[in-house]
């Protein structure tokens, strides 16, 4: 199974991953264009990035931001191949990437913590991890980050992947695959034990932190990119810490409704479901940490990502371990 997985990773990641060169030249408005392709489909979560662009942070610093969306792997094989400037995807697939030769880097760990979670009901009899045996787990993929964090609680716990029932789910239809009782759990994202507890479930959760490193969302862009226009990156990520700032600093209602307006409108039945999830998990938690409170948004802790490499290895998910200056921007692009 793990060597199906690597083919898979390295089919998508590294299909067309040649370095081709590009010439930015300002638009009829005096703005850069450059575009971000972003993991999953349009949400309020991604709040600091429109709100970026709709509150002129990403124009102050010269650039007109497109939003496009695709899976993790896609987007870093679009990234790295410089068939798009900027990625935002999950950093598992990012570090898996690198290890395998895509030449992209981190320049911005949006999310300070990953988003990874095992989730249950609360009558599933399920109490600690080790009672996991013998279950049915449901994932989207193989491939997928949730699926290696999953492999990672089993084997902290002495257990390994077979000893778990496997079911794989489409992401529209496997937070009901947990509701009707399809499966025991899902490996998914935090946000659902959020939503779901908001819509009266009673669940529970392994988070990913509680076991391993993990990040969430991260900022990425290629090696070429990087080095050729060094100020269009630092100009990127510098608007986006002034977007995460204002909406720390009281305006998460405008960001939520600004989002759904302009990007997620079929949130718009949820707008408050949103704005109570995000202040919780977001504004007080995923956007901000330690690290944050000394050095600034989006700051990249190398000591970190290097344990959460040598996790990746530790368990199996990539063959060998590197360091960690090749994978990001030690502190951020715009952290001294």
């Given at each position: 199974?793990?060597?199906?997985?690597?083919?898979?990773?390295?089919?998508?990641?590294?299909?067309?991953?040649?370095?081709?060169?590009?010439?930015?030249?300002?638009?009829?408005?005096g703005?850069?264009?450059?575009?971000?392709?972003?993991?999953?489909?349009?949400?309020?979560?991604?709040?600091?990035?429109?709100?970026?662009?709709?509150?002129?942070?990403?124009?102050?610093?010269?650039?007109?931001?497109?939003?496009?969306?695709?899976?993790?792997?896609?987007?870093?094989?679009?990234?790295?191949?410089?068939?798009?400037?900027?990625?935002?995807?999950?950093?598992?697939?990012?570090?898996?990437g690198?290890?395998?030769?895509?030449?992209?880097?981190?320049?911005?760990?949006?999310?300070?913590?990953?988003?990874?979670?095992v989730?249950?009901?609360?009558?599933?009899?399920?109490?600690?991890?080790?009672?996991?045996?013998?279950?049915?787990?449901?994932i989207?993929?193989?491939?997928?980050?949730?699926?290696?964090?999953?492999?990672?609680?089993?084997?902290?716990?002495?257990?390994?992947?077979?000893?778990?029932?496997?079911?794989?789910?489409?992401?529209?239809?496997?937070?009901?695959?947990?509701?009707?009782?399809?499966?025991?759990?899902?490996?998914?994202?935090?946000?659902?034990?959020?939503?779901?507890?908001?819509?009266?479930?009673?669940?529970?959760?392994?988070?990913?932190?509680?076991?391993?490193?993990?990040?969430?969302?991260?900022?990425?862009?290629?090696?070429?990119?990087?080095?050729?226009?060094?100020?269009?990156?630092?100009?990127?990520?510098?608007?986006?810490?002034k977007?995460?700032?204002y909406?720390?600093?009281?305006?998460?209602?405008?960001?939520?409704?600004?989002?759904?307006?302009?990007?997620?409108?079929?949130?718009?039945n949820?707008?408050?479901?949103?704005?109570?999830?995000?202040?919780?998990?977001?504004?007080n938690?995923?956007?901000?940490?330690?690290?944050?409170?000394?050095?600034?948004?989006?700051?990249?802790?190398?000591?970190?990502?290097?344990?959460f490499?040598?996790?990746?290895?530790?368990?199996g998910?990539?063959?060998?371990?590197?360091?960690?200056?090749?994978?990001?921007?030690?502190?951020?692009?715009?952290?001294?």
């Amino acid at each position: 199974m793990k060597r199906i997985i690597t083919i898979l990773l390295l089919t998508v990641m590294l299909a067309g991953c040649g370095q081709k060169s590009h010439t930015y030249t300002p638009n009829q408005d005096g703005l850069i264009d450059v575009s971000v392709q972003i993991d999953g489909a349009a949400v309020p979560y991604y709040a600091p990035m429109y709100v970026a662009q709709e509150r002129g942070f990403f124009a102050e610093q010269g650039l007109n931001v497109s939003f496009y969306y695709a899976s993790a792997a896609e987007i870093v094989k679009n990234v790295g191949s410089n068939n798009i400037e900027f990625g935002f995807p999950n950093a598992d697939p990012v570090i898996i990437g690198r290890a395998n030769g895509v030449p992209v880097k981190i320049v911005h760990t949006t999310l300070q913590n990953g988003l990874g979670s095992v989730i249950f009901k609360d009558a599933s009899g399920i109490k600690v991890p080790s009672d996991l045996k013998g279950k049915t787990i449901g994932i989207t993929s193989y491939g997928s980050p949730n699926y290696s964090q999953l492999k990672m609680l089993l084997e902290t716990e002495g257990l390994t992947i077979d000893d778990v029932t496997i079911k794989i789910i489409g992401t529209g239809a496997i937070v009901n695959a947990l509701i009707t009782d399809q499966v025991d759990a899902i490996s998914f994202s935090m946000l659902r034990t959020y939503e779901l507890r908001a819509n009266g479930e009673a669940v529970s959760e392994f988070r990913s932190n509680e076991f391993t490193t993990t990040y969430g969302n991260v900022v990425i862009v290629s090696d070429t990119f990087l080095e050729t226009n060094p100020e269009l990156v630092e100009g990127f990520t510098k608007a986006l810490n002034k977007s995460l700032e204002y909406i720390t600093d009281g305006n998460l209602e405008d960001a939520v409704d600004l989002s759904i307006d302009n990007y997620a409108q079929s949130a718009k039945n949820s707008r408050d479901k949103f704005v109570t999830i995000m202040d919780d998990a977001y504004v007080n938690g995923l956007w901000q940490s330690e690290d944050t409170k000394i050095h600034g948004f989006g700051y990249n802790n190398r000591e970190r990502y290097q344990l959460f490499i040598d996790d990746l290895v530790k368990f199996g998910i990539i063959s060998k371990s590197y360091d960690a200056s090749e994978l990001i921007v030690e502190g951020g692009a715009n952290h001294e």
